[in-house]
Structure formats: C-alpha cells, structure tokens
C-alpha cells in the first residue's frame, strides 16, 4: 500500500468537528480495508472505525458511534475520518493503518499491516 500519511488534526473546543484524511503516497490502496485507531498518552492504541475496500461496510467502537464518520474516495486514494461532537476523551494521536485484505478482518492493531506516522488531536474542554 506504500507509505500512508494522516492530515487534518488539531486544537478544537468540546463539541466542534475536525476531518481527518489518510492518503497513500505510492501506491493504491483501493482495494484494501483501512482503519483508524488512536492512542492517549499511557493507554493502549485503540481501534476507532474500519471500512471495507468498497467503502460498503463501516464499523465503529462503541464510544464514537453517531459521532464519527469513515469513508473513503478511492479515485484520490484516500480515506477521511469524519469527527462531531467531539469530546476531551477523544484526545489522542490518530492514526491510520492499511490492512492486508479487501474486508475488515478485526478490529486489533494485528489486523493492518501498514501504519501512517499519527497526527494529533486535541479536544479543550
């Protein structure tokens, strides 16, 4: 999938929207599911939403459901992370990861092969 690269974090006030973008710069990765994860400082990297190759089937953790939105342009190579209403809680450096396969196959780190360097957000209460 070459290197990914996410875009679009920053400093936002409880309740606003921020947009992420997740780009490959080498090659295509339309035909593979991706997702975001993110990580706090001194907790585990979380998943937060996968979609699938086809952007068809969407999955979400329970905490971001009716908040975030996944999707995907495969023509600009890139997939966005839709972020409303956001929360302090929220706050973590994101990332995104390709997996290995056209569908979602889990929602553990060990599901994706190939992660972008993380930008961060931060939610002000």
């Known amino acids: 999938q070459g290197q990914l690269a996410e875009s679009g974090g920053g400093l936002v006030q409880a309740g606003g929207s921020l947009r992420l973008s997740c780009a490959a710069s080498?090659?295509?990765?339309?035909?593979?599911?991706v997702g975001w994860f993110r990580q706090a400082p001194g907790k585990e990297r979380e998943f937060v939403a996968a979609?699938?190759?086809?952007?068809?089937?969407?999955y979400y953790t329970d905490s971001v459901k009716g908040r975030f939105t996944i999707s995907r342009d495969n023509a600009k190579n890139t997939v966005y992370l839709q972020m409303d209403s956001l929360k302090p809680e929220d706050s973590a450096v994101y990332y995104c990861?390709?997996?290995?396969?056209?569908?979602?196959?889990?929602?553990?780190?060990?599901?994706?092969?190939?992660w972008g360097q993380g930008t961060q957000v931060t939610v002000a209460s």
């Open positions: 979609i699938s190759s086809s952007g068809r089937n969407t």
């Open positions: 990861a390709a997996s290995r396969s056209d569908k979602v196959m889990g929602t553990g780190p060990s599901a994706f092969g190939s």
């Open positions: 080498r090659r295509t990765f339309s035909n593979v599911a």
